[in-house]
């Protein structure tokens, strides 16, 4: 019985043995009927990752220049290159930054100007800050309530109680600045 064992057991390693050649002779045959694919295939995600790589050091350093530009126009805000490298880093931070001082400066050319802009954000606050500064009706998605306020202000000054009462009935009572409507509306009563 050992001899049969040792037998089966080396007949059971030759078989082993001679389907690892067949699958080595299969995958070189693969190979090379499909080289030009798998060697293109290679290259390709090769020079993806050095793509995203390289993009991610160039976005990088962007950011800090970035950053650099914006803390420098923080310390001092008439630095002309520090305002350029701001602009041609970070669009969007630039922007931001000119309305945060078009705001400051009271610069309606500026806010007029940003309010034409692609970021909703800064064009909407651009729009509501200029027509704070020109004392006319406001229209703000983001400050709709602070809007509704002014607009009741605008048209009590004007003695329109009725439209001013209306945009006061605008605000919810949930909101913060229910109370200020509510005394505005008191005010309206008086006013008639």
């Given at each position: 019985m050992n001899i049969k064992e040792g037998i089966n057991e080396a007949s059971r390693e030759l078989r082993s043995d001679e389907e690892m050649l067949i699958n080595a002779f299969k995958l070189e045959k693969f190979f090379k009927k499909n080289k030009k694919i798998l060697i293109s295939l290679g290259v390709i995600i090769t020079v993806a990752i050095i793509a995203k790589l390289?993009?991610?050091?160039?976005?990088?350093?962007?950011?800090?220049?970035?950053?650099?530009?914006?803390?420098?126009?923080?310390?001092?805000?008439?630095?002309?290159?520090?305002?350029?490298?701001?602009?041609?880093?970070?669009?969007?931070?630039?922007?931001?930054?000119?309305?945060?001082?078009?705001?400051?400066?009271?610069?309606?050319?500026?806010?007029?100007?940003?309010?034409?802009?692609?970021?909703?954000?800064?064009?909407?606050?651009?729009?509501?800050?200029?027509?704070?500064?020109?004392?006319?009706?406001?229209s703000s998605q983001l400050n709709k309530e602070f809007s509704a306020i002014n607009n009741a202000v605008s048209a009590i000054k004007a003695h329109k109680m009725q439209e001013a009462k209306s945009q006061l009935n605008t605000i919810a009572e949930d909101s913060p600045i229910y109370s200020v409507a509510s005394m505005l509306k008191h005010y309206t009563i008086k006013g008639q």
């Open positions: 390289a993009y991610g050091v160039w976005s990088e350093h962007k950011l800090e220049v970035a950053n650099e530009a914006f803390l420098t126009l923080q310390k001092s805000p008439k630095d002309k290159n520090a305002m350029e490298q701001l602009a041609s880093s970070n669009p969007k931070l630039y922007e931001l930054y000119s309305y945060k001082k078009a705001v400051d400066e009271n610069d309606k050319a500026k806010l007029k100007e940003l309010s034409a802009s692609e970021n909703i954000m800064v064009a909407d606050m651009s729009k509501y800050h200029l027509a704070l500064l020109e004392n006319t009706q406001t």
